[in-house]
């Protein structure tokens, strides 16, 4: 058993051997077997060399915290911004000072500065996370057989484009719609169903405060047909007290587009989309 003396000798060799950069094993080595107390009592208050430390994949978390511990945050909010458990926070930050209490208005601005940083980040995960569903989802259906064409457009026509309302009423194929992609395949079904293109006309819908000419054009190149297929632009009256959202260089309006002598067309599209509601 170690005296005080031998203790105090010990002590003084194990602090010279850890000032000189030596772990725990090799001052054991050096000084002769020992128990972890017996050194942990000679090393007391002698913090080790640099090298000996692990490294602690946390400690740029742990550094950030204080830094934001710092600047008044709340442990909550720390371990938000991280993503780490309070706990880690309380454990890295619990010898600073408590921050000041903050305002009303502090808090707010606070906060809403903490969903802004949240959605700007989420977005962007949502926004890949649907992009990669939407094309798997188009991978799903790959490439369309001349049927399969008719039967999404005879729907897709069925529901969007102008329809008879009493017997009286004219049979012609009249589709109107803002989207272009719709319009390309709308006039790919028309293909489908041997509609040639010179019997088809358009016409441009929008507002009379809108860029008339540049959605002409723009419609122009999404059919590929020459502006002598184009009637007069159908404008509407601007309203400056309806708040549209549909402004701007995306803004192109409808097209309509028209077939002539189409009635025949039309009470085949009428039967591919009954045979398709009907086949429960």
């Not at 059919?223 to 549209?244: D, I, M, V, Y």
Request: hydrophobic letters at 40%.
């Amino acid at each position: 058993m170690r005296t005080k003396e031998d203790l105090n000798v010990l002590r003084k060799r194990a602090i010279g051997l850890r000032r000189e950069g030596k772990s725990r094993r090799e001052i054991k080595q050096i000084l002769g077997p020992m128990s972890n107390s017996t050194l942990d009592h000679a090393l007391q208050g002698v913090p080790p060399a640099d090298w000996t430390r692990r490294p602690n994949a946390k400690d740029d978390h742990r550094a950030r915290a204080r830094e934001l511990r710092a600047q008044g945050l709340a442990y909550h909010e720390i371990a938000a911004r991280l993503d780490v458990s309070k706990s880690s926070v309380s454990l890295w930050v619990r010898d600073l000072p408590v921050p000041p209490r903050l305002s009303y208005e502090e808090n707010r601005q606070r906060s809403a500065e903490g969903v802004r940083r949240y959605w700007a980040a989420e977005r962007q995960v949502r926004g890949t996370r649907r992009a990669s569903e939407v094309a798997a989802a188009a991978a799903e259906i790959g490439d369309l057989t001349s049927r399969e064409i008719l039967i999404a457009g005879a729907v897709a026509y069925w529901c969007e484009g102008a329809k008879r309302r009493s017997a009286q009423s004219a049979e012609r194929i009249v589709f109107v719609n803002s989207d272009a992609g719709l319009i390309r395949f709308f006039l790919r079904f028309l293909a489908a169903a041997d509609v040639r293109r010179k019997d088809l006309t358009f016409c441009v819908a929008i507002h009379e405060s809108a860029d008339v000419e540049a959605a002409q054009r723009f419609w122009e190149e999404v059919t590929g047909a020459s502006a002598e297929q184009f009637t007069k632009p159908s404008l509407k009256r601007h309203n400056p007290k309806t708040n549209r959202k549909n402004v701007g260089n995306d803004y192109h309006g409808c097209l309509r587009v028209s077939v002539h002598r189409s009635s025949t067309l039309y009470r085949r599209i009428e039967g591919w989309a009954s045979a398709v509601t009907a086949a429960v």
